[in-house]
Nanobody, 114 residues
Framework: QVQVVESGGGLVQAGGSLRLSCTAS????????MGWHRQAPGKQRELVAV??????IYADSVKGRFTISRDSAKNTIHLQMNSLEPEDTAVYYC?????????WGQGTQVTVSS
């Protein structure tokens, strides 16, 4: 079993910053990738940023504002979110890809007020 736990969400004003963290633990031999998706009310879950063995991918909407960093030895990733906009309001989910299975955390709420 693999457990994924997120932290760091909250309420912030537009233009502010937040830092999310995520740690995967359990029966992990190797993690192919870890990353963040988000889901706003009434919308589908969408990719925010993913860090894998082949590099890092960002959604166009967050490029230049969000930065993902990964500590592979600790199975931990962070998402530094700057210049936040009300449109960034969503539940942010961390995912860890272990072989063919993606494990998800329970999500952390990010709310950006205008």
């Amino acid at each position: 079993q693999v457990q994924v736990v997120e932290s760091g969400g909250g309420l912030v004003q537009a233009g502010g910053s937040l830092r999310l963290s995520c740690t995967a633990s359990g029966s992990i031999s190797s993690i192919n990738s870890m990353g963040w998706h988000r889901q706003a009310p009434g919308k589908q879950r969408e990719l925010v940023a993913v860090s894998g063995n082949g590099g890092t991918i960002y959604a166009d909407s967050v490029k230049g504002r969000f930065t993902i960093s990964r500590d592979s030895a600790k199975n931990t990733i962070h998402l530094q979110m700057n210049s936040l906009e009300p449109e960034d309001t969503a539940v942010y989910y961390c995912g860890a890809q272990v072989r063919a299975t993606r494990y998800w955390g329970q999500g952390t709420q990010v709310t950006v007020s205008s």
